[in-house]
Structures are given as C-alpha cells and as structure tokens.
C-alpha cells in the first residue's frame, strides 16, 4: 500500500540517490579518466553537484512528507516504516549542519589535504598540525549540532557505523588485543622476514587472472567494470560497480588481493536490491559491514588453501617463468606471508588490527583532550613500538601516513577492524550452515557462499543495524574471538 | 564593471554550464565505458540531470535578472550586453516549452529510436514512418509554441545555426550544386572505383600514429584524452575535451580521418575562452561553425600533401608491413580517394556535399507539405540517383541510414556542408594572410594556423552570428565558391 505522502518521499529519495550516484561516477573518473590539468574543473563540477544533493537533501517537501507520514506510521508496512526511520535519520542529520559549516567544512579539508600531501613529503608534522586541531574543532562543532555535544568521538564513529559507541568498541577492541598480540609474537617469531620471491609477473596476464577471478567470484562484469587507478575502490550502486585497481610487475599479489577486495564490496553493491536502491531497503548497513563484505572474500575466501587448489594450475599456467621455482607451499606462504611494516595499507592480515586499535586509542585520547595534537607523533611512535613492536623512523612512516584526518574523517578507522571481526564472524556461521563451502571453494564454485551472503546481508539492506545484523546472522553477540579463532587457525598451521 | 542583477546572472549561468559539462560528461561515459547492461540506470541519471538543468535554465531567479538587466543596458560593456542577448536568446526558448511538451518530445525520441534502428535492420520504412509523422507534427508544434509558426522548418535550421534561414541555405546550396554535380561527374569519369589497398594496419600503431598527430596539430592532452567508442565524437568544454575513436586494421583511415576530425572540434573547444565557458563570451557559435573547425582540420590541413610530407616518413616507419608496395603518390591518393557511396558517412570529401543537398531537400519538401512521409523512400531514391548518380537496394542504404530524424532532430544536416563551405572559406582566407602555411606543415608545425584560428574565431566566442563571423574573418560574405575552389584544385590535380 502507498500515501501521496509515501510517494513523494520516493520521489526525493529517488532524485538524491540519482545525484549521488553522479557524485560518484564523477570521482571514480577522476581517478580513472582525468586529464591532467582537468582536477580544477572538476572541482567546480563536484562542488555544484554537492550543492544539488545538499539542496534535495534538505528540502522541505521532503521534511514534510517525513513528517506526515511519521503521524500515520501504522498505516504504513514495516519496511515502509524502515524507509522513513532511515529518511528522517538522513534528512535530520542535513538540515542541522548550517550551510555555512558545510562549506566551511569543505573549504578546510581541502586546504588540510594539502597541507597533509606537503608535510608527508616533507616529513613535517609541525607544519600539519594546526589543519588536525582545526578539523578537531570542526568535529566537536559539528557533533554540538547534531545533539552529540558531550559525546563528539561517539558521534564521529555514528557516522560510519550507527549503533556503535566508543565504550562499545574499547572493550571489543581490548579483549582483540588481548588475544591478538600474543599471536602476532609467536608468529613474528617463526616467520621470519625474508622479502617476497614474486617477481616480473606481466601485467597483461595479471590482468587475465584477475579478470578470470572475480567474475568467477560472481562480480558481474554486465552491471560493472575495473579499471586502473592509483588507488583501489569500489563505487557505484547495484546497476553499474566500478571497480579500480593498480599493477605492479613485482607486486602481483598487490593487485590480486586488492582486487578480490573490492570485489567484495562490489558484490555487496550488486547483491542490493536493485529496486530499493534509492531507500534503506537497497542500501548498506554501514561502512564495517561493507568492510566484512571485501574482508571476507579476500582473506577468509582468497588467501585459503581451497581457493588456491582450484586457481594454482592456472595461475602456474599464466606465470610459469616467474613462478618455476616457486613450490606450491611457498606460493601459498606468499598469500599468507606475515611481515612486520609500519605502514597500515602494507600490512598482512595479522598485523592490521593492530594498526586500527593503535589509530582508535589515539583517536580516543585526542577526542577525550587527554592527548594535544603537538604530542601525536611521539604518541604514536611510542604506541606503535608497544602493539607492532616497531617503531616510525619518522612521521611519513608514522602519524603522517594516513590520509583520512586531512578530510576530518575522525571515527573512520575503528569500521576496518570491526569489518574483520564481523567477516570472521560471518565466515564461521557460514561453514556451520554450509558445510561443503571449502569443497565448493577448491572446485572453483563460489555460488553456494555468495547465495548465502545474498540472503543473510545484502538482501536485507538497511533494515536492521549493524550489531543486530550481525547477532541475526550468526545467533551471538559481535565478538573478536572468531577472528582471533580464524587468525591462529589460518596463521598457526603455517607459522606454529 | 560589475552589478548585482549581472552577478546573479553569471551564477546562475555557471551553474546551468556546470551541470550540461556533467550530462556531457555522463553522455561520454556511456559510449566508452558504459557496463552492457547498465544503461537504463544511465538512461536514469540523465534524466534527473536533464530534470534539474531544465529547472535551473528556466528559473525565474535568471528571467528577472535578465529583465533587470535590460533595463540597464547602457550600464553595461559590450561583452556583457552579448552575455544579456545569448542567455536572453536561451531563456525564452527554455520557458516557452511546457515540461509536457518536453517530456513528451523526450518520450517519443526514445521510441523513435528504437523503431528506427529495428526499422533500419529489418528494411521497413512503414514501421518507422508514423514516429517520423509525429516528429514533424512535434516539431511544427514547438515552432508554434515559440513564435515561429509560419516558418516550423526556419526555426529547426535556426537552433543548429542561428541566422540562417532555409531560403538562404537553398540559394548557396543551389550555387554550390551547379559547380558541384558537373565536377563529381568528371572526377568519377577518372577515378575509377578500386577497393582501398590498405589493409592489416596493427592497432597499436595506429594508436600511437594518431596520438603523435593529434598532439602535434595541437590538441592539448592535458585538458583533454581519446579513447574509443562506437562512433567518433568530441565532448567537453575547454578544460575537459573527451574524443573518442574507433579502429580498424582494414580501414587505418576511417580512424585517423576522423580523429582529426574529432581534433579539429577538440581544438575549437579547447580554443574557447575557459574563463568565460559559462556565458556567451566563450560558447561557439554554431553548428556550421564548429564543423568548419573540424572539417578545415580534417580535410584542408590532414589530406594535403604538405601535411604527409611531414607524416609521411613516421607513418611508413610504423606500418613498413603494409606500406611495402604502397608509393607515396598512392598514399596520397588512397587518403583524397573519390569512390561513389550510398552512404553519407561513408562519403569521400567530393561527394559528401551533395548527400547533404538531398537531405536539405526532403526537409523542406517534408515541412512545407509538398511531399508526403509514406512517400519518402521513392523520393529519397529518385534524387539520389539524380545527385548522386546511384540508386538505394533497399531503405536501409536510402531514408534508413541516419539516425537524426529519429530524434526530431531536423535542420541539422545543412550545417554539415555549411561547415564545409566556410572551412574552405576560412582555408582560402588564411593562406592569403599567411602564406607560408603549408610549408609550416611541411615541417610539422602547424602552430600558426592554430593561432590564426585562436585569434580570428574561438577568442570570440559567440560574440557574432556565423554569417557575420565569416564576413568578419573573411571579408566576404559566406559563398560556395571557395569550396568548389578548393575541391577542383585539390581533386582536380589528382584526377583530372
């Protein structure tokens, strides 16, 4: 059953998602297609498409209708109930932000962008600083707002991943670590440091095997691309994914892995509803279990023996110079291979958390104003040598690595470590209910995991938030001890 | 100078240019990058930025500005009295279309696309001629609604070019096919009608080959790229120019022809004044004009014998293969080759006028009711082979094979030999002032033509009318002497 007032709901939601999905095309070609001396331009064009979405985002009309059919919610079905629940969340959250803090907003993070590009070259902490306490600043501003005034940190992790809390993710994050160091030890331990034997891999035949992998995967090449890009992504909504990757003749795995990655987020993309899509009912939860999604694939799927026994002889066939004196337990090390490094984007499957849970406690210590932005590097330094047992020799490989203070993505970081425990998590529920999964894997058919993904996430949409999703899928709270199960599992056979 | 009404103004314009770079943007990335199956997700996104240029063109906000403006005219430089004129020009037409009419006109395009690419494969004109039927009523209709409804036909040449009329395109055409028939009839006598000996081109080469060129004649690839597509085009304004290509091993110079083509239009836009993209003052003029720029690239510069003086050696480095038994001089003749076709785009330069003439002709007969649309295809055969000596099998080499009408989109083809008529025009002009032209292109440089071009044509804008525009470059007014001129000297030297 339908309202006037339902309707016209849909038609705000319909022309924002529509503007939003040009917002995204427009910076997937700016990765992929810009002309070098194009960026100006193509600045101004966001900038007036951010100015449409902003005006239909916050639009009366849209306000009234929400408000008209919040005083007849029972006439309405439950998932129209979640469409306007999510609506008014968005709508709230747009009209409370006065244009001029949006803008201001923008205008510091773009300047801030620049500064951080200059100070990494530079290795200049002192020069950024001033950009990380104003965005500071604009954060609480903003949480003040928005109703979150007392807790401006818990509104910052709201934003990515609603229903989470600071508390909620220490304590999570301190039984992590409880269990994970001890781990990372033992295994540093055995394993060594050699560098990786992958070598000269032609980028023409990578591009093969990649290609071959992710449709096999179940990627949908009719509704979606990939491309080159310095940086992998994945953008888009169900009906046209755009993935992006990048090659490197001595990295292959690089591009492999990053690439399953975001296949995993494009499967989520794809396994949406296609009809809802401009609503709660076809839209992701948040960003942690989008990260479960590209998490899952590429580790608990990618990197396991079963994936390998069915791609190894082709892989060999594609790369038989390059990989002659490569034993299939040292390329299957290789995909596992654990090695310190300070810097977060390189590190293995082990040691990542670690590099969340040191960003997450200095997050907390500045938001909480027990930590001054002029004490970050030696905070962090002295947090990395205790968790990775390593420490920055400056702050390029430091407190200056990260991009995503410069856009005052504060709360940010915490959703990849929370997408690994929920992958974990999911992983482990799968195998219960589904167990011929790895059979599956090692006859390179992926449908049974994908189906089962489809029905218990992607199907759902945004109907029930994070935690509770994770709690209807698996039957348990959110909890890292299947990750930390699943790492001594995967990692120990190798390494222990 | 500068007043409050003429600010709002230029806002409103730079948003309106903002969002029309997009829905080209948008356009682009559907020929070239588009998933198969994505389109009516696209077919989405256009519309709703179809919904809000529509919306911001028309809004009152801009009409009041203008009517401030005009009241204050003497207040105002000459250039922003152009700027007041051109958006006056534009506004008015935007709001003398009810959304209906648009709509309803949008709707049957779509329709009318899909019965004419079935009709054009099936060869059943009837199937297609009632979507021709009610775009000719629409097309009287939209004259009526702007004040235009004693002459429908003068109104749809007048949106490609304005100023011109069907009269005086009929008078120069008439010119022009009295020198033209008689000397397409002597080159035919001469040049018999081999098949092209150029074959087995590599692709990569031709890539290469093509790139070199483009960059050399100056097309600026840092604001701008090729990539391929169906059919060859250029989109964008200045800062961002996007042309695509196709290739082909068998037909090397479909693709580089056209490139050049596409060239000269990318050159044209790339020439505009970025500044003023927004307004008039750095707009083209017109269809004619801008495929003056293309053609005089194409055709004057890319298919003389200084231009492959210069090429010539790199161009037989590349392709040594296939270019073996090949002499320069049957190069050169292969590149100006006069081979009779049915088809328009498959035209060599000789006869490509004369397809145009019989469209011109239909359309008049069309639109002043002297010929019925059931009687098209007979119509269409009997001056062919008048024109151009051959007769249509069937409708699919005949009425079927362009896709412009199935989008309402007549008075569009005169601009194409317009366009050539002022090439050569602006050609005849150039070499007089600057006599040293083609011994420029002789030694690769083909700097001063472009600068010529910058100086007498893109730096203006759409400052003047095209009829102007040539009388102002020329000193002439426009006349197909120059192009009769310019084909018997050109073709005359090779085959007559």
Redesign the interface.
Known sequence: MTTPAYDRLLNQLK?LH??Q??QG??GW?EQV??????A???A??MA??A??AHETASDPELGAALTELESQLDALSADQQVVVREARRDYDRVVRLPAEFVSAKARHSSAAYHAWAQARAERDFASYAPFIERHLELAKQEAELQGWGDRPYDYAIDLHDPGFTAERIATLFAELTAGLVPLVRAIEAKAGNEPSALRGFPVDAQRTFLREVTARLGFD?????IDVALHPFCEGSG??VRMTTRFHEDEPLDSLFSSIHETGHGLYAQGLSAEHQATALGQYVGMAVHESQSRMWENQVGRSRAFWQFFEPRYRELFAGPLTDISSEQLYREINAVRPTLIRVDSDEVHYNLHIILRFEIEQALFAGDLAVRDLPAAWNDRCEALLGCRPQHDAEGVLQDVHWSGGAFGYFPSYCLGNMIAAQNWDRARQVLPELEADFARGDFTRLLDWTRREIHDLGNRHATLALVERVTGQPLSPQPLLAYLRDRYGEIYL
Request: net charge negative; no cysteine; glycine share 6%.
């Open positions: 022309s529509l503007i999905s040009v095309l427009l070609d297609n810009l002309p070098p001396k194009s100006g331009f193509r101004e064009q007036e498409m100015r449409l090449y009719e509704h979606g691309r009906l046209d």
